[in-house]
């Protein structure tokens, strides 16, 4: 079995930005998809290798000799609903795609806890929200080993290290610290998951007792 190598999708992010320094920190290699050549020096700094790649266009040269993948894009809330279809569902169909054709060993894509029942979700969300219900359900179908990550409320605050396990947006939900988003995504990888969605939100729950929790129950089919 090859050496883990990851490509990190979404990379300049500011979760996927989380997921190159615990990488990096974990010692384990990976290769940073890029939209702009300006931002390679941070990337460089920390190890990775450099692709550069448009997620509305074909992306497939980014997957040459990859184990793992982490799909870590997202729309920005200004960018509208064109945005929202082409980056929360096409590219990560399409990542769905070339990962299967390569035969990666595992994918781990971050989505949104809305996911779960987009068309319950507030009117500005919804479209978002259907958007990642469908990439979602499209991963799980493509028949490539996945783990699909649904947080809910984002923060930019510290990493606490702990997390609560939930399957429905509710309003004023504890948030979670996209530290604490990537931190779940390398222990992931790290653990191997697979066919694994898990909901959360800010909570009390340590992680590892965490993923050590959804390890001990029944894969979904």
Same mark, same amino acid.
């Given at each position: 079995?090859?050496?883990?190598?990851?490509?990190?999708?979404?990379?300049?992010?500011?979760?996927?930005?989380?997921?190159?320094?615990?990488?990096?920190?974990?010692?384990?290699?990976?290769?940073?998809?890029?939209?702009? *050549?300006?931002?390679?020096?941070?990337?460089?700094?920390?190890?990775?290798?450099?692709?550069?790649?448009?997620?509305?266009?074909?992306?497939?040269?980014?997957?040459?000799?990859?184990?793992?993948?982490?799909?870590?894009?997202?729309?920005?809330?200004?960018?509208?609903?064109?945005?929202?279809?082409?980056?929360? @569902?096409?590219?990560?169909?399409?990542?769905?795609?070339?990962?299967?054709?390569?035969?990666?060993?595992?994918?781990?894509?971050?989505?949104?806890? *809305?996911?779960?029942?987009?068309?319950?979700?507030?009117?500005?969300?919804?479209?978002?929200?259907?958007?990642?219900?469908? *990439?979602?359900?499209?991963?799980?179908?493509?028949?490539?080993?996945?783990?699909?990550?649904?947080?809910?409320?984002?923060?930019?605050?510290?990493?606490?290290?702990?997390?609560?396990?939930?399957?429905?947006?509710?309003?004023?939900?504890?948030?979670? *610290? @996209?530290?604490?988003?990537?931190?779940?995504?390398?222990?992931?990888?790290?653990?191997?998951?697979?066919?694994?969605?898990?909901?959360?939100?800010?909570?009390?729950?340590?992680?590892?007792?965490?993923?050590?929790?959804?390890?001990?129950?029944?894969?979904?089919?």
């Amino acid at each position: 079995m090859k050496a883990m190598k990851v490509l990190l999708i979404g990379a300049h992010g500011r979760t996927g930005r989380h997921i190159a320094r615990q990488l990096q920190g974990e010692g384990i290699p990976f290769r940073a998809l890029l939209r702009k *050549s300006a931002h390679k020096p941070e990337f460089v700094a920390l190890g990775a290798e450099i692709v550069l790649g448009d997620l509305t266009n074909d992306f497939s040269h980014a997957f040459d000799d990859v184990t793992h993948v982490i799909y870590a894009a997202g729309s920005a809330e200004s960018e509208g609903v064109n945005e929202e279809r082409l980056i929360d @569902r096409d590219a990560v169909q399409r990542t769905a795609d070339y990962a299967k054709r390569r035969r990666v060993q595992q994918l781990v894509v971050i989505s949104a806890l *809305s996911a779960y029942w987009p068309d319950a979700t507030p009117l500005a969300l919804r479209h978002y929200s259907r958007m990642k219900h469908e *990439s979602d359900d499209y991963v799980q179908r493509r028949g490539v080993p996945y783990v699909i990550l649904r947080p809910g409320p984002l923060s930019d605050e510290p990493a606490r290290g702990t997390i609560a396990l939930a399957s429905e947006r509710v309003a004023n939900a504890p948030a979670v *610290s @996209r530290e604490d988003v990537a931190r779940l995504a390398v222990e992931s990888l790290k653990r191997g998951l697979k066919e694994r969605m898990i909901g959360f939100v800010g909570g009390d729950g340590g992680i590892e007792e965490v993923l050590t929790s959804v390890l001990s129950t029944e894969p979904i089919c």
